[in-house]
């Protein structure tokens, strides 16, 4: 049992059981019927995604390429999910990993210029077990 962390609408590995969006929005253009037979999720939840100005931050950071821009982004997202709301989400699926497999994810390619690169470290930091 173990957190997978995805990209959204890739396929889905055996065995990994629900799949959590921790996206702002929505997929564009797909039916809310079609979530989790599109391999998007099958639970949104946005308490985990960063607030609209982060996210706009971290697109900025992305198109300029600067590191200290994604620094920047970096701290404010791990600021956002301090909060007691974001915190207690993270506790509790750090401690679920121990007991379930499921997944969260974001739409992004690349992991390592996405908010779920550091979801990833902050359930470390926690001791959930995460699938490689």
């Not at 990994?16 to 639970?43: C, M």
């Not at 982004?73 to 121990?98: I, N, V």
């Amino acid at each position: 049992m173990a957190i997978r962390i995805v990209r959204l609408g890739s396929e889905r590995a055996p065995g990994e059981g629900l799949r959590i969006g921790t996206v702002r929005r929505p997929p564009r253009g797909v039916p809310k019927s079609e979530f989790a037979s599109q391999n998007w999720y099958d639970v949104w939840y946005p308490n985990l995604a960063p607030s609209v100005e982060t996210m706009k931050e971290a697109q900025a950071a992305i198109a300029s390429g600067k590191p200290s821009e994604w620094a920047a982004f970096g701290r404010k997202f791990r600021s956002e999910m301090a909060q007691p709301e974001a915190s207690r989400s993270l506790d509790l699926l750090a401690a679920l990993s121990h007991q379930s497999a499921f997944s969260i994810g974001c739409y992004c390619e690349d992991e390592a210029r996405c908010h779920r690169s550091f979801l990833r470290a902050l359930l470390e930091e926690r001791g959930a077990e995460i699938v490689e």
